[in-house]
């Protein structure tokens, strides 16, 4: 169970009244995005409060009224999806920067220069944001806030979310060592095997994957593997 020091408040208005909990930071964004929690960890004190500043609790009646459940993870629920969440400015400042870095490895894993087809530096996908002065928001989801920055940013780079297919040709040797972490870069399209026992595959991946993909058969096959963009 979380403690109270470390717990935020979750307050949902409506009907004329007040319902909040006291919650996990961590485990309230989690659940905004569609994660499960487990409740019992996640919140600080059991209960709906009408001020939980002032210890006073939400009367049953109006609960029953208003819900119309009695259950709490039930209750406790809909006050997080369709309430906010009250943050101290050092819970927010940890969490928005825990969040710009979560969405900044997004884009740099999955986004990609369409004029060149390889992969934008870290860098230059940071200095865009800070260009479009975007603000990060610590709750909403990575997927929703990165649809937001692409749009903001794509009149300041070239980018795209468009994958890249890399023909591969393996040496015999060298494909055991290779086939697990190559398969895990990207989407295996098409494999065969030829008669000296290399392989030979079409892989469907990030640009980002495919520079991974590079590094991987470069340092593993000592630069005896074949790869192209097709």
């Known amino acids: 169970m979380v403690s109270l020091e470390d717990a935020v408040i979750a307050r949902l208005e409506a009907g004329g009244h007040r319902f909040e909990i006291l919650i996990d930071p961590n485990e309230a964004q989690a659940f905004k995005e569609g994660e499960k929690i487990d409740w019992e960890d996640s919140i600080a004190v059991d209960g709906i409060w009408s001020d939980s500043a002032k210890g006073e609790r939400s009367p049953e009646n109006i609960l029953d009224d208003f819900f119309e459940s009695s259950d709490l993870i039930d209750i406790y629920k809909k006050i997080l999806t369709e309430g906010t969440i009250q943050l101290t400015s050092e819970q927010k400042k940890e969490m928005v920067d825990n969040k710009r870095k979560q969405i900044l490895s997004h884009i740099v ?12 530096p870290p860098q230059r996908i940071e200095n865009a944001i800070i260009e479009a002065k975007y603000n990060f928001d610590p709750i909403r989801s990575v997927e929703k806030q990165v649809e937001d920055i692409v749009r903001k940013i794509r009149p300041l780079i070239p980018i795209s979310f468009e994958k890249v297919k890399a023909a591969v040709k393996i040496p015999a040797i060298y494909v055991g060592k290779c086939y697990g972490q190559m398969s895990g870069l990207g989407a295996i399209e098409n494999e065969e095997y030829q008669s000296d026992g290399s392989w030979i595959g079409i892989i469907k991946m990030s640009a980002a994957s495919y520079n991974e993909l590079e590094n991987l058969l470069g340092s593993t096959t000592k630069g005896t593997a074949e790869l192209k963009i097709i």
């Open 109 to 120: 894993a999955n986004a990609m220069n369409p004029q060149t087809g390889g992969a934008h």
